[in-house]
């Protein structure tokens, strides 16, 4: 950037300035900076690659259809951050009956700190989640609490509904 600054203060001060000076300091800067983009790119790569090593075994959503009669969608931000969704489509309503059960609490479990979000409970709506019997190949919703936005985006959280239990969800 200094040699930006410096080519400005010859153009506005009106000194005449060579044009292939402006160039060649232009095309050094452009040499510069793009190797500052390589390196950031590259602790991108890594970055990203750390992420990879976390994620679950690829058969991890088949064993969830074979026991529980669910595909695991997401879980996302909502509300501005303060709530997160978690978006999960029944393939067996037989066996994902126990997931609707109004006495079970769902809990989703954060990670890195090991907080504990519940589904609230507003007094006018009810429990934010679905627990009406389940139909084959509708997707279902569950708004957990975040707050203080916590949970952020790339966290991994830990679902647990009964005997069920859904482990590193990256969120969206």
Do not use: C
């Given at each position: 950037m200094q040699w930006f600054t410096t080519v400005k203060l010859f153009v506005t001060s009106g000194l005449k300035v060579n044009k292939r000076l402006i160039e060649i300091l232009a095309f050094c800067s452009f040499i510069v900076l793009s190797s500052f983009g390589n390196l950031q790119a590259e602790s991108l790569d890594k970055s990203a690659n750390s992420v990879k090593k976390e994620r679950p075994h690829p058969r991890k959503n088949t064993y969830m259809k074979r026991k529980w009669g669910v595909e695991v969608l997401f879980v996302r931000h909502a509300a501005a951050g303060y709530m997160l969704e978690f978006r999960y489509k029944v393939l067996?309503?037989?066996?994902?009956?126990?997931?609707?059960?109004?006495?079970?609490?769902?809990?989703?479990?954060?990670?890195?700190?090991?907080?504990k979000m519940i589904v609230p409970t507003p007094a006018k709506?009810?429990?934010?989640?679905?627990?009406?019997?389940?139909?084959?190949?509708?997707?279902?919703?569950?708004?957990?609490?975040?707050?203080?936005?916590?949970?952020?985006?790339?966290?991994?959280?830990?679902?647990?509904i009964g005997d069920f239990l859904v482990e590193n969800i990256i969120v969206k």
């Open positions: 067996d309503p037989v066996k994902a009956k126990d997931l609707f059960e109004r006495q079970t609490k769902p809990i989703m479990s954060h990670l890195r700190t090991g907080a709506t009810g429990a934010l989640r679905n627990s009406n019997p389940p139909l084959i190949d509708h997707t279902y919703w569950m708004y957990f609490a975040n707050p203080g936005k916590l949970v952020k985006k790339g966290d991994l959280v830990n679902i647990a």
